[in-house]
């Protein structure tokens, strides 16, 4: 399921816009009732524009300037409880001050979209690329899906907020970009008329809100006896999520002719060494296939899209008659058997008949450049692991050791 | 919409009762008949935030509400971001024709721990933004729902289970935090302190918070006989005591700059020692010690300097 282009059917506007600026665009595209955020590097060009959007009376929205990024969030609970439609924004530091928010987010089924410009935690405090902020966020019950291009980030953005204000799913959703990488690059990217989109995502009806006409108790305390069947509601919406989208995005494919799915497949169908990755790597990781494949390696590249709800039965079936599965991950799971993505990627083949060796590379935490020769090193790697039959569980590429 | 606030007793058994009876609070607790009063004041569709604390722990156990108005709950530190959002989200909707009511007054209520300290931040950051919402803090004086804990609100010579009244030392040594100065400062329309015991004066203040535009902070005193060792008969005369002693004088500041010291405590003829109000309280009996007896002295001097200077800025 490689990225589709046909002709779309709507007219539309070109502009070079870098992805923080398409997810603005997107946001107020999508007629958003409360935006609430608190700026931080490098997520802030999205609050920027947004704001000047509404200052300039080109979206009706509430903004609220928060003072933290734990009141953005919870300020999106308290909009959203009452029916509207809010979004956020954040990064890094600012996600971690959100995390305790998150959790509740999520479980009290508010349907609020979160764009995060991934970057790096603090220490030493940096400013850079990877994903240590939201993969924190992973296991939160926020759907998690990332973005490759600017054009992605727009699209994405839109659909999200149709996935999440599905009464079958009635759960937040992050939209990821790489930090720098993609938040401050400006590449092409083809909108739709505002009139299409408003008519796509359509005004949200609330399932159960604070209505003073049918006053209802939200976010109770629950103990022993109820705690366990809220989360198993919960898990239940979210494994709801990929049917939904699937039929989101084929109505938006409708509009755009663009489609992502839960994976991108890229060359992959007799490829013997299969890179896994997601985000701006897996640009670079289609770059090296190319070359490589020129020269008559059989390589491809599977880019996760959506990480939350992860596709276990996808990502097997997609692997199963590859010879090694290389993972290029820009987070570090400190003391654990190997690192996030991997972790998923092993559980996933657990149960399957035929399990490719499995390689896990960190890379580029706080931004460290992963050039195309990092990735040929890993593949590099893999075929000797191959050759002797075992790979370590995890190594670091492109550091000083 | 503005239906009137029941201030008599007769019109106050006439309005709708915004907490049903079979809520989990203790016997004698402060917060409930707070709260009842609060809902003598309202004047019309109205949706509640509460912060994490006893009150929405006991009045809301799951499957169970003792609400009856619309009310939501996140978490402990957030309950002034949670109700910034509430009342943009109602306005945006209003604009946009999405909501049935042209107004819903939104009210957000922080005991002492949620609002004095980890809300300070959010509350700070509401009242600069100006919402159109109450704020509302019972102020039991310590983190009762964890376990009596000090709190920013605890009073000099309190003991609690982190500042222990022991050998060394005599219960909490800091002095309390002004709240309702420091929102005052933020220049807001309406601050205002109430008890539960002094019920017109509370509801008529409570109307007020409502009727203005942008913010408004009304700090009412909350006695728990759970933590403050008192028998739950005595709560009513402690609330009294608190305004009689001067430990909680009611007073009222307009736009941040206007003191004006409500009747209750314009009336005192003097402060009454807060010998009376001490001893039907165990969390103060140690003070009672003699090699205590300085510090209580000093704390009384306290009371008494900070009424002088309550009374200097009320014009009394």
């Not at chain 1, 090694?324 to 190997?338: Q, T």
């Not at chain 1, 990735?375 to 995890?394: F, H, N, R, S, W």
Request: aromatic share 8%; with cysteine; proline share 6%.
């Amino acid at each position: 399921m490689a990225t589709k282009s046909k002709t779309p059917k709507h007219p539309v506007d070109i502009e070079g816009l870098t992805g923080d600026a398409a997810i603005a665009v997107a946001l107020r595209q999508c007629d958003v009732d409360v935006v609430s955020a608190y700026p931080i590097t490098p997520q802030t060009i999205i609050v920027e524009d947004f704001q000047k959007f509404a200052a300039n009376g080109e979206t009706h929205t509430k903004v609220i300037p928060v003072e933290s990024e734990h009141s953005a969030l919870s300020a999106c609970i308290g909009a959203s409880a009452v029916g509207a439609r809010v979004a956020t924004t954040t990064a890094s530091a600012g996600f971690a001050l959100m995390w305790e928010v998150l959790y509740c987010a999520a479980s009290m089924r508010m349907p609020i979209v979160l764009a995060v410009a991934n970057r790096a935690l603090s220490a030493p405090i940096n400013i850079h690329n990877d994903w240590s902020d939201s993969y924190g966020g992973r296991d939160s019950g926020f759907i998690q899906v990332y973005c490759q291009s600017c054009q992605e980030a727009y699209d994405t953005t839109i659909m999200a907020f149709r996935v999440a204000e599905d009464r079958q799913v009635l759960l937040p959703i992050m939209v990821c970009i790489d930090g720098f990488i993609l938040s401050h690059n400006v590449e092409r990217v083809e909108m739709l008329p505002d009139e299409t989109v408003k008519k796509f995502v359509g005004v949200r009806e609330p399932f159960q809100n604070l209505d003073p006409d049918n006053p209802i108790t939200l976010g109770p305390l629950c103990l022993t006896d109820y705690y366990f069947e809220f989360k198993e509601q919960e898990d239940r919406a979210i494994r709801a999520v990929p049917e939904v989208y699937k039929r989101v995005e084929a109505e938006y494919e409708k509009l755009t002719g663009r489609s992502y799915g839960l994976l991108e497949k890229y060359k992959t169908d007799d490829a013997e060494i299969i890179i896994f990755t997601h985000s701006s790597p897996a640009g670079t990781a289609k770059a090296v296939t190319d070359v490589l494949r020129e020269k008559g390696e059989k390589v491809g590249v599977l880019r996760l899209k959506m990480f939350r709800p992860f596709p276990t039965d996808a990502v097997r079936e997609a692997v199963k008659n590859a010879k090694a599965v290389v993972v290029f991950e820009k987070c570090m799971s400190f003391g654990a058997p190997c690192n996030p993505l991997a972790l998923e990627l092993r559980t996933a083949l657990y149960e399957a008949e035929r399990r490719p060796l499995v390689a896990d590379f960190v890379i580029g935490l706080g931004g460290r450049d992963v050039p195309p020769e990092t990735i040929v090193q890993g593949i590099e790697k893999t075929k000797d692991y191959l050759k002797k039959g075992k790979a370590p569980m995890y190594e670091t590429l492109g550091v000083r050791k | 919409m503005s239906e009137p606030a029941a201030v008599t007793i007769k019109d106050m058994l006439k309005k709708k009762q915004i907490l049903s009876s079979g809520h989990r609070m203790c016997a004698g607790c402060g917060a409930p008949p707070t709260i009842k009063l609060m809902g003598m004041a309202l004047r019309g569709p109205t949706i509640v935030c509460n912060a994490t604390g006893c009150l929405e722990v006991a009045t809301t156990i799951y499957p169970f509400t003792a609400w009856k108005i619309p009310w939501i709950h996140v978490a402990f530190e957030n309950v002034s971001a949670v109700a910034s959002g509430v009342a943009e989200a109602y306005k945006v909707m209003t604009e946009k024709g999405r909501t049935k009511h042209e107004h819903v007054d939104v009210i957000a209520i922080g005991g002492d721990g949620a609002t004095f300290d980890i809300g300070l931040g959010s509350l700070s950051g509401a009242l600069e933004r100006g919402h159109d919402m109450v704020y509302m803090v019972y102020d039991n004086g310590a983190y009762q729902n964890t376990g009596i804990q000090r709190s920013g609100a605890t009073l000099p010579g309190q003991e609690t289970t982190t500042s222990w009244a022991g050998r060394l030392e005599p219960g909490k040594r800091q002095r309390k935090k002004p709240i309702a100065e420091i929102v005052a400062a933020h220049k807001i329309p309406y601050v205002a302190t109430v008890t539960p015991y002094h019920h017109r004066d509370f509801i008529t203040k409570f109307r007020k918070a409502l009727e203005v535009e942008g913010p408004a902070f009304i700090h009412a005193l909350s006695p728990c006989p759970r933590g403050w060792r008192s028998e739950s008969g005595k709560t009513m005369e402690l609330a009294k005591l608190a305004v009689e002693t001067g430990i909680h004088p009611l007073y009222e500041i307009i736009n941040g700059e206007q003191y004006i010291m409500s009747a209750p405590s314009k009336n005192l003829k003097e402060l009454t020692p807060l010998d009376e109000f001490f001893k039907l309280q165990g969390q103060f009996k140690h003070l009672y010690k003699p090699e205590w007896e300085d510090f209580r002295k000093q704390v009384q001097a306290n009371v008494i300097a900070d009424w002088e200077l309550l009374k200097k800025k009320c014009g009394v």
